[in-house]
């Protein structure tokens, strides 16, 4: 019996690293259909590299069948990998779980992540992941990338604020007077989609940057006739 699951588990390894992504995608169904422990390590190591989301996606799956103690420590180990994959993925990965006993591995220096595919998944993850009592202080840290990058990323990070509800409110409001009207702007799209979440964010993102930085006239310097 022991040699028929170490087979069927060589067998999935083997199938994780195949040139045809169907294939890849079949390993990690299979990996999920029956966990095995004796597969985190490996499943964890594809999510690194695995260049299909569709792939990367059941990957994550599996490795949330598996017992949350097994992964949760290996996922944790990923968060200070070099490869932005990899945090990305363990990021993604932890939310799914919901084991908040990681918590404290979403640091601060994950939610502002140079990469921005790192950042938008620890947003995701620690509006997951954050424990009671903690949500103002998150949404304080969240707030401080208001106005970072182009209209997806502000997108990903305005629902990580909403999904915080009131906590977020307060910190909106310091950044509607922060100094930069692309910051302003952001905070006050995020406070729209807050009051109504079926609000398009694309068009009060652009509303909003109308108000805060409304286009100056030129002075007209001639001479009236």
């Known amino acids: 019996m022991y040699e028929e699951v170490l087979t069927m588990t060589q067998t999935i390894t083997t199938a994780l690293h195949a040139p045809d992504p169907s294939t890849r995608l079949r390993a990690a169904m299979a990996a999920g259909t029956e966990p095995d422990p004796l597969l985190v390590d490996d499943l964890i190591a594809r999510c690194a590299v695995?260049?299909?989301f569709f792939v990367r996606d059941m990957l994550t799956w599996a490795l949330t069948r598996l017992p949350a103690q097994v992964t949760v420590p290996r996922l944790v180990d990923e968060l200070v990998s070099d490869a932005p994959q990899a945090r990305s993925q363990a990021l993604h990965t932890l939310s799914k779980v919901g084991d908040r006993s990681a918590w404290p591995a979403v640091t601060a220096d994950l939610l502002h992540d140079a990469d921005p595919e790192v950042a938008?998944?620890?947003?995701?993850?620690?509006?997951?992941?954050?424990?009671?009592?903690?949500?103002l202080a998150l949404a304080g840290e969240l707030a401080r990338e208001l106005g970072r990058g182009p209209?997806?990323?502000?997108r990903s990070l305005s629902r990580a604020l909403a999904a915080l509800g009131e906590a977020s409110l307060d910190a909106l409001a310091t950044a509607r007077r922060h100094r930069t009207p692309r910051?302003?702007?952001?905070?006050?799209?995020?406070t729209r989609i807050l009051d109504d979440p079926d609000s398009d964010f694309a068009y009060e993102l652009e509303r909003a940057a109308k108000l805060t930085n409304p286009v100056v006239p030129e002075h007209d310097s001639s001479t009236p006739c």
């Open 120 to 135: 938008r998944t620890a947003w995701r993850a620690a509006v997951a992941l954050v424990p009671a009592g903690e949500e």
């Open 50 to 52: 695995e260049p299909d």
């Open 151 to 154: 209209i997806d990323v502000q």
């Open 183 to 190: 910051v302003r702007a952001h905070a006050a799209a995020t």
